[in-house]
Nanobody, 124 residues
Framework: QVQLVESGGGLVQAGGSLRLSCGSS????????MGWFRQVPGKEREFVAA????????NYADSVKGRFTISRDNAKNTVYLQMNSLKPEDTAVYYC?????????????????WGQGTQVTVSS
């Protein structure tokens, strides 16, 4: 079983930055592909970014390309999401997820484990 815990969310003004972290309790963190998703009330959860197990491949939603960067530190069992130039439409609960296949998949149904989420609010 893998437990994921997100942190780093908060309130920020438009144009600002936040860095989300997701720590894992699993001893085989380095074998998992990791992803970030977000969800606002009344809408489906949407893909944000993903990184393969050794970080060689990344994928981003078009809406965050050039502003967000996903990275991982396998020695610390942690994946990060650096969010720059934040916009009010980035406001959501952000979730990290782990995929046992190790790919940088964009499909939420391919992820096996999920964190509890962290709120990001961007004010205009």
């Amino acid at each position: 079983q893998v437990q994921l815990v997100e942190s780093g969310g908060g309130l920020v003004q438009a144009g600002g930055s936040l860095r989300l972290s997701c720590g894992s309790s699993g001893r085989i963190f380095s074998s998992y592909g990791m992803g970030w998703f977000r969800q606002v009330p009344g809408k489906e959860r949407e893909f944000v970014a993903a990184i393969s197990r050794i970080g060689g491949r990344t994928n981003y939603a078009d809406s965050v390309k050039g502003r967000f960067t996903i990275s991982r530190d396998n020695a610390k069992n942690t994946v990060y999401l650096q969010m720059n130039s934040l916009k009010p439409e980035d406001t959501a609960v952000y979730y990290c997820a782990a995929d046992r296949e190790g790919a940088a998949t964009t499909t939420q149904y391919e992820y096996d484990y999920w964190g509890q989420g962290t709120q990001v609010t961007v004010s205009s």
